[in-house]
């Protein structure tokens, strides 16, 4: 399981960092950084698969490419964003995390004006 990898990594990555902070708290701020960034893209390779069988369901089902393609953008920018937010979390940057959440927030709400125009149309066209 590639999990456990992962969870032994983080965890081992973890110890170090509560170690050094003690000596060079800046050192362990990075050590961390780079361990979460070598985590996340570890797992968008792995999403990749997950991608291509989308593909598959949103060509059968007749959804347009471009809303699939939103769809995609909402999801990574959701991600993305929690592990930037995470990260000024852990610099101890709370105002700062705040402020990478909201931006986040706004931009899915964003990306998604044209999904929930579709549905709106939908549901007006079903309304007598």
């Given at each position: ?10 965890t ?5 960092a ?6 060079k708290?800046?050192l ?8 979460g ?12 698969g ?14 347009d ?19 930037g ?11 700062l ?5 909201l931006?986040g ?13 579709v ?10």
């Amino acid at each position: 399981m590639e999990i456990l990898s992962v969870i032994g990594i983080a965890t081992i990555t973890a110890l170090l960092a509560v170690l050094l902070n003690r000596e060079k708290p800046e050192l362990a701020l990075l050590l961390g950084l780079a361990t979460g960034t070598m985590i996340l893209m570890f797992a968008m390779t792995r999403l990749a698969g997950v991608i291509s069988v989308f593909e598959g369901l949103a060509e059968r089902t007749g959804v347009d490419r471009q809303y699939f393609a939103l769809l995609l953008k909402i999801i990574a920018i959701a991600y993305i964003t929690e592990f930037g937010a995470q990260v000024c979390h852990d610099a101890r940057q709370e105002a700062l995390a705040s402020t990478v959440e909201l931006a986040g927030k706004a931009l899915i709400l964003l990306l998604a004006v044209p999904i929930l125009t579709v549905v709106f149309e939908l549901t007006l066209k079903l309304l007598p």
